[in-house]
């Protein structure tokens, strides 16, 4: 009789039986070997967090039931992804561990409180989670983007929307390390990556959003500094944040407009650099979501981003990566909701049988299954090609808008399975039903991945 099991850090074990030595390891999120011993054949498995056995003394194999489903991927196979190996897969339970310790038991509160605590971030500094990607002269660990999807995966999986560790680390400080000039980022990358810096970045407007080009916020050269005046809104990390990538208009004479559009590092600590209210939003409510305002604030010179007039561009070139980040979050966010609707169809009963049972129930979630498979292997292709170099605005849009309309659809037709219950705030689907709305809304909007997409297609 043997057994091993992979819980908390360790991901792989190993026994000896009298003189045989035997062992496992995991691979990805599919965990297999099988050996034989003389004639007996044995194999065991590993899914993220479950772990079964089957094994063959005398009585030849015995198949295990199905793992009950406790969390996130397992409890029903998919595809295997190639992206990941065995390094990742340490890197995922470490972070996961992280998130069971510092931010699940406490994200409820967060949540009524409208932040999360400034720790929280010279916490995920220190183990390494912040920009992991940056060279290690910054502070980073020198790593591609698969290890900030797995971040991304393991938050949405977790639920916990009030760390917006990636829209810093992947949306944000990849302006300042792509834009930046080497002073600018010897003087703020050091800190993006442990934590003492929280960044944000400020397109939005309450006049206008999509229209980027729209802008009235205006930043006027006077000597050695720019004076920046307007509003913004919706800034996500906006009352944490030290450091704020601001979208300005520089020229409003511009033809065509957009040539006018600059980004400026604009510090909190600047003068004329005010906050507004912390947003109250109906979902992802422990991220702080807050208006800005600049009178007469004063940004040095030297904290222009690139080239003035070349803002608009910038933004183009990294909203990819900014799509590809919320498309990564909506299929283990799906995933995620997927996992917790089967547990619960498997325990409810109705008219004698868990609704699991009827014919509805297992056509629905085969659909939905099948569609965070597609999502999946497309987002994986994507992800591939970006970290490969590719430029990819027109497949991160494709990716954006199918996978967050995709856990739209899906978190609303599996909080029905969940019937009354469903519908009470203290039940994690009604939370991930109010998450996920936003999803298509921001990082731009379905209608806008739309116009990117069939702008490719010379119509
Ligand atoms: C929780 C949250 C966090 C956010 N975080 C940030 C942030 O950190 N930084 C930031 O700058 N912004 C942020 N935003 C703003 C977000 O990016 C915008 O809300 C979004 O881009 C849409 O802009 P808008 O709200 O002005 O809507 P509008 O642009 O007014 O659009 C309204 C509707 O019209 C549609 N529409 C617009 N133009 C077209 C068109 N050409 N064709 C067809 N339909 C069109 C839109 O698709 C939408 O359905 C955040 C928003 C939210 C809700």
């Given at each position: 009789?043997?057994?091993?099991?992979?819980?908390?850090?360790?991901l792989?074990a190993?026994?000896?039986?009298?003189?045989?030595?035997?062992?496992?390891r995991?691979?990805?999120?599919?965990?297999?070997?099988?050996?034989?011993?003389?004639?007996?054949?044995?194999?065991?498995?590993?899914?993220?967090?479950?772990?079964?056995?089957?094994?063959?003394?005398?009585?030849?194999?015995?198949?295990?039931?199905?793992?009950?489903?406790?969390s996130?991927?397992?409890?029903?196979?998919?595809?295997k992804?190639?992206?990941?190996?065995?390094?990742?897969?340490?890197?995922?339970?470490?972070?996961?561990?992280?998130?069971?310790?510092?931010?699940?038991?406490?994200?409820?509160?967060?949540?009524?409180?409208?932040?999360?605590?400034?720790?929280?971030?010279?916490?995920?500094?220190?183990?390494?989670?912040?920009?992991?990607?940056?060279?290690?002269?910054?502070?980073?660990?020198?790593?591609?983007?698969?290890?900030?999807?797995?971040?991304?995966?393991?938050?949405?999986?977790?639920?916990?929307?009030?760390?917006?560790?990636n829209?810093?680390?992947?949306?944000?400080?990849?302006?300042?390390?792509?834009?930046?000039?080497?002073?600018?980022?010897?003087?703020?990358?050091?800190?993006?990556?442990?934590?003492?810096?929280?960044?944000?970045?400020?397109?939005?407007?309450?006049?206008?959003?999509?229209?980027?080009?729209?802008?009235?916020?205006?930043a006027?050269?006077?000597?050695?500094?720019y004076?920046?005046?307007?509003?913004?809104?919706?800034?996500?990390?906006?009352?944490?944040?030290?450091?704020?990538?601001?979208?300005?208009?520089?020229d409003?004479?511009?033809?065509p407009?957009?040539?006018?559009?600059?980004?400026?590092?604009?510090?909190?600590?600047?003068?004329?650099?005010?906050?507004?209210?912390?947003?109250?939003?109906?979902?992802?409510?422990?991220?702080?979501?807050?208006?800005?305002?600049f009178?007469?604030?004063?940004?040095?010179?030297?904290?222009?981003?690139?080239?003035?007039?070349?803002?608009?561009?910038?933004?183009?070139?990294?909203?990819?990566?900014?799509?590809?980040?919320?498309?990564?979050?909506?299929?283990?966010?799906?995933?995620?909701?997927?996992d917790?609707t089967?547990?619960?169809?498997?325990?409810r009963?109705?008219?004698?049988?868990?609704?699991?049972?009827?014919?509805?129930?297992?056509?629905?979630?085969?659909?939905?299954?099948?569609?965070?498979?597609?999502g999946?292997a497309?987002?994986?292709?994507?992800?591939?090609?970006?970290?490969?170099?590719?430029?990819?605005?027109?497949?991160?849009?494709?990716?954006?808008?199918?996978?967050?309309?995709?856990?739209?659809?899906?978190?609303?037709?599996?909080?029905?399975?969940f019937?009354?219950?469903?519908?009470?705030?203290?039940?994690?689907?009604?939370?991930?039903y109010?998450?996920?709305?936003?999803?298509?809304?921001?990082?731009?909007?379905?209608?806008?991945?739309?116009?990117i997409?069939?702008r490719?297609?010379?119509?």
């Amino acid at each position: 009789m043997w057994d091993q099991r992979s819980q908390g850090e360790t991901l792989w074990a190993q026994r000896s039986q009298g003189e045989t030595l035997w062992a496992q390891r995991s691979q990805g999120e599919t965990l297999w070997d099988q050996r034989s011993q003389g004639e007996t054949l044995w194999d065991q498995r590993s899914q993220g967090e479950t772990l079964w056995a089957q094994r063959s003394q005398e009585n030849g194999i015995v198949f295990p039931d199905l793992p009950k489903i406790t969390s996130h991927i397992g409890g029903y196979s998919h595809v295997k992804r190639k992206l990941f190996g065995p390094d990742h897969q340490v890197f995922r339970d470490a972070f996961r561990t992280f998130v069971e310790r510092e931010i699940k038991p406490f994200h409820r509160d967060w949540e009524k409180e409208g932040i999360v605590p400034r720790e929280l971030w010279s916490k995920a500094g220190e183990q390494g989670y912040l920009c992991p990607w940056l060279p290690e002269e910054y502070g980073g660990s020198d790593v591609d983007f698969s290890y900030a999807a797995i971040i991304i995966e393991e938050l949405s999986r977790a639920g916990a929307s009030g760390a917006a560790f990636n829209l810093h680390s992947d949306v944000v400080v990849p302006y300042i390390y792509h834009c930046g000039n080497d002073e600018q980022k010897k003087r703020y990358l050091p800190g993006c990556a442990s934590g003492e810096i929280v960044t944000a970045i400020s397109m939005t407007e309450p006049n206008t959003g999509s229209d980027l080009a729209a802008i009235q916020t205006t930043a006027t050269l006077e000597g050695d500094h720019y004076l920046l005046n307007g509003q913004k809104t919706f800034v996500s990390n906006g009352h944490l944040s030290d450091l704020v990538i601001v979208v300005a208009k520089t020229d409003v004479n511009a033809d065509p407009p957009h040539a006018g559009v600059s980004l400026l590092l604009v510090e909190s600590s600047f003068p004329g650099f005010k906050r507004g209210k912390r947003l109250e939003k109906i979902g992802m409510k422990a991220q702080d979501t807050t208006e800005l305002y600049f009178e007469d604030c004063k940004v040095p010179a030297a904290n222009l981003l690139g080239h003035e007039g070349a803002g608009f561009y910038y933004l183009m070139q990294q909203l990819a990566q900014e799509r590809l980040v919320v498309a990564v979050a909506a299929v283990a966010a799906a995933r995620s909701v997927l996992d917790m609707t089967l547990e619960y169809v498997r325990e409810r009963k109705a008219f004698g049988k868990p609704i699991g049972r009827f014919q509805n129930t297992r056509f629905a979630l085969a659909e939905i299954a099948t569609e965070i498979e597609l999502g999946e292997a497309f987002v994986d292709r994507v992800m591939e090609e970006h970290i490969a170099g590719e430029s990819l605005a027109k497949e991160a849009s494709m990716a954006k808008y199918w996978t967050t309309e995709m856990l739209k659809r899906n978190t609303d037709r599996c909080l029905q399975f969940f019937g009354g219950y469903g519908y009470m705030a203290e039940y994690p689907i009604a939370q991930a039903y109010l998450d996920a709305r936003v999803q298509t809304i921001y990082a731009g909007t379905t209608e806008i991945m739309k116009e990117i997409i069939s702008r490719n297609m010379d119509l």
